[in-house]
Every structure is written in C-alpha cells, then in structure tokens.
C-alpha cells in the first residue's frame, strides 16, 4: 500500500501498489472525460440550470447556498446516467416546497442547452474541420490499439445517452475498438447501469475480479470495478488544457478506490510496462 509516482514523462500516481497485475482479459471504459472531450464543460451547464430551477423555489436559499447544494448532488452522481442528477434535482425542488417536472423533462432541457455548447465540436468532427485528437483524452487511440494489441475484450460505458455515445464514439473514430459493445444510458433508466455492464463482462467471459481492467473518471465507475475485485485506474484530465491533473477529479478518484491515479495516456509505455509487468 502507499502512493508512489512513476513515470518518464508523465507523472503516473500509483495509490495501491500491492495488487495483482497483468491477468487482465477485458477492459471497461468510461466515455466522457475519459476518452471523450466533446462534453468537457458540461457542468458549466448542468450547475447553473440546477441552480436557476432550485432559485425559483419558495424556500430557496442564497444562490452561493444553492450552487452549493446543487454541486454536492450532481459531482457524487457524476458517472451514473444523467436522469439520476435529474430525479435528485426533483427531491430537492420538493424540499424547498416547489412543485417539481417530471425527471425526464429536466433532462431533455438540460441536453437542449449542452447541445448549443457542443453542437460546433460534433459537427467539425462529422465534416473534418475538427481533428479527432484535439476531442480525444491524449493518447487515448494509441491505448486502445495497444490493449487490442494484448488481446483485451473491450467495453464502453457511458452515463450519456445511449444514441449519442454511439454517435459520438464513431466520429471520433473510436467506436471500432470495442468489440465487447458500447453502453449508453437509456430512458428506462432501471435497464442499465455500469454496474450491470459489468456484471455481464464477469458472467460472459467467466473472469476473476483481477482480471477485469477499468478506466473512468468519475466516481461511479471505479466504485463498480473496485466492488468485483478489478483493477481501478482513476482518470483526472484536465479536460480544457487537455493536460495536467485536475485536482478535483484526483481526490474524488481517490476517495472511490482507485489504484493509480493518471493525468492522461501519454504516459503510454509506462502505464503497460506497469499494468503488464514482465515476471
């Protein structure tokens, strides 16, 4: 146990140094913020528009009072799909005596103002006048051909909605490496989670804990890798400058779990050297 740093290049934390490596046979990806940047910025929407909502309640705080609040709810859920920050949204309207929308039309407005965020990144990519690196994690492309290259089963699962991860994935040009399927949220939010992903990679390929491989940067998922006995590597990209750690994400991973915390793939060589040590 303990934390360490390795690394030629790129700082590589190593938090638990005392679990079993190199066995993996499948690994599941997180998609926003830890392969994808399209939605970097997404709570720059989602907190204001919380926080508009709460404000017109008949109890409400302060505004510095209800971006608190509403920041507390939506980071712990950040991971899980997108109508669970929705449903807490409508628990905290009721709290303030407000009469609240249904769950799903808060989702659909907050995915109309993200779209008029994001809109110009998925179509620069759709006509090429985007590159695909400058909306990827860096190296991401370069990992994902090295773990197919080292015959992992590969998973996408994503708290986005189903469609758009699909959509997304393929401009990117990543959607061809996960061969074991991509998973996006759906509206009969009870049919899916991670932690059901999950389950289905153990059942499917009859793996032990320690051979499942898992990459997120939210706290959902490297709860759920962690709870079977996989290995967590937390993803803290600094998603604007698209290099260096985010503070933040670096504590929140840490707290979840994760084995080793990283600020983005370039750190490639030293990654699979230690993830895949040579006995």
Partial sequence: MGTGIIG?????????????RGRFKAAIFDFDGTISLIRAGWQDVMYPYFVEVLAETPRAESLEELEHVV?????????????????????????????????????????????ERIEYRVHGLEDGSIEQETMLVPGSMQLLRELKN???SLYLASGTDEPYVLHEAAVLGVDGFFDGGIYGALDRYEDFSKEKVIQEIIKSHNLAGEELLGFGDGYVEIENV?????????????????????EW??????????DMIIPDYRCLADLIEYLFPKN
């Fill in 249 to 258: 994400k670096r504590q929140r991973l840490t707290e979840a779990g994760a």
């Fill in 71 to 115: 920041r507390e709810f939506v980071d712990l859920l950040t991971g899980k799909q997108t109508i669970y920050q929705c449903i807490q949204l409508v628990e905290e309207v009721e709290k303030r005596g407000g009469a609240p929308l249904a769950p799903l039309e808060y989702k659909h407005e907050y995915l109309r103002r993200l779209w």
């Fill in 8 to 20: 030629r290049e790129v700082a590589v934390e190593i938090i638990k140094d005392d679990i079993t």
């Fill in 226 to 246: 962690k709870a079977v006995g996989g290995y967590a590597v937390g993803v803290a990209t600094d998603e604007i400058r698209r290099e260096g750690i985010n």
């Fill in 150 to 152: 080292k015959g992992l």
